[in-house]
C-alpha cells in the first residue's frame, strides 16, 4: 500500500519523505493528495490510512504524535468535500437540473419531464445524495431545497412547451408555505411556466412525522393550481396510510414492486386508474 501512496504522490508532483509507518508529503498539490488517494485504494486499504494536515516544522516526536492521532484518510476527504459542497450553496449559478422524461404508458408519448438536481464543483458533477448529505450535515436542507426547486423552474422555461414539470421537494424544509414556496412561484412566474404545470413530488422514503403539516404544504400547492405526486410508492414508510392522506395526483411505484413480475402482472400493477394517473419509478 505505502508503494501505491507514493505513486499517487508521483502523479501529483508531491515531494514525499518516508520513514516507518510514515509519509510526509510537500508541494502545490498536496491539498489533492486525499481525493486521488482515496480514488486510488480499496474501501479496506484506505480504512487503514490516516492522513492530517502539518507545519512544514512539525518534526520528531511531534510529527509522529500527529499522526497517530490523525483521522482516517476518508473522513478527512469527506471533511474536504463537504467544505466545498458547503461554498455551492453560496453560488447558486453552479446548480442546474437534468431532466428525465416520463411517458405515458398507453401512447408513448412523453408527457412530462422530472427535474434532477446536480451542481458544477470544479467540472465534476455532483449528485443529489451528496448534496443533502451535506445539506444536512450542515443543518442547510432548506437553502438546498429552494435552490432545487427553483433551478429545476428556471432551466426548463425555454424548453417545456405544455408538458408537465416534476420537482422535488424536502416538506421539512418548508416552515411555512405562504412564505417559503413565494420564490417558487415567482421562478414559475418568470420562467412563463403554467401552475397546471407543475407537479411537486413528495419523496415517500422521507420520513414525514408532521402529517398535518405535509397536508398543509400540499394544500397550498393545490390552492395555487399545481399537482401533487407521491414518488416511490412501496420503498419507504407506511406507504397505503399517505397515499391515502395525501390523495396524489400521480402516484410514482418504487421499481421493486414490480421487478420480477410476469409481464401481465407488472402491467395490471402500473396500470393507470381512473381517479389517479400512474407512472413507474426508477431507483
Known amino acids: ?33 486525499p481525493e486521488a488517494a482515496t480514488a486510488a485504494l480499496s474501501p479496506t486499504e484506505a480504512a487503514e490510512v490516516r492522513a492530517t494536515w502539518a507545519a ?35 453560488d447558486e449559478s453552479a446548480f442546474y437540473s437534468r431532466y428525465q422524461p416520463i411517458v405515458d404508458l398507453v401512447s408513448g408519448a412523453v408527457i412530462g419531464h422530472e427535474a434532477l438536481l446536480r451542481a458544477d464543483l470544479d467540472g465534476r458533477e455532483i449528485t443529489p445524495d451528496r448534496l443533502f448529505g451535506m445539506a444536512e450535515a450542515t443543518g442547510r436542507v432548506h ?32 416552515y411555512r408555505p405562504e412564505l417559503c ?22 419523496v415517500e422514503s422521507h420520513r414525514v412525522d408532521e402529517r398535518g403539516h405535509l397536508l398543509a404544504i400540499l394544500d397550498h400547492y393545490r390552492s395555487r393550481g399545481c399537482r401533487v405526486a407521491l414518488d416511490d410508492v412501496g420503498a419507504g414508510y407506511s406507504s397505503l396510510n399517505l397515499l391515502a392522506s395525501i390523495k396524489p395526483d400521480v402516484v410514482k411505484i418504487d421499481r421493486e414492486l414490480v421487478q420480477g413480475l410476469p409481464g401481465d402482472a407488472s402491467t395490471a400493477v402500473v396500470r393507470p386508474s381512473p381517479r389517479w394517473h400512474t407512472t413507474l419509478a426508477g431507483p
Not at 508529503?25 to 493528495?33: A, I, S
Not at 432545487?148 to 422555461?157: K, L, Q, S, V, Y
Open 143 to 174: 437553502i438546498l431545497d429552494r435552490i432545487g426547486r427553483e433551478t429545476a423552474i428556471r432551466n426548463a422555461g425555454g424548453w417545456l412547451g405544455s408538458d408537465l414539470l416534476f420537482v422535488n421537494f424536502v416538506p421539512t424544509s418548508i
Open 56 to 90: 512544514p516544522d512539525l518534526s520528531g516526536n511531534a510529527l509522529v504524535a500527529a499522526a497517530l492521532g490523525a483521522p482516517l484518510l476518508t473522513r478527512l476527504e469527506g471533511r474536504r468535500t463537504h467544505a466545498e459542497l458547503h461554498g455551492l450553496l453560496d
Open 1 to 33: 500500500m505505502t508503494r501505491l501512496l507514493d505513486r499517487v504522490a508521483a502523479d501529483l508532483e508531491l515531494r514525499a519523505v518516508s520513514q516507518p509507518g510514515l509519509l510526509r508529503l510537500e508541494g502545490d498539490n498536496v491539498e489533492r493528495f
Open 181 to 202: 414556496l413565494q420564490s417558487t412561484e415567482r421562478a414559475a412566474d418568470e420562467a412563463g411556466i403554467s401552475r397546471s404545470q407543475l407537479v411537486f413530488e413528495v
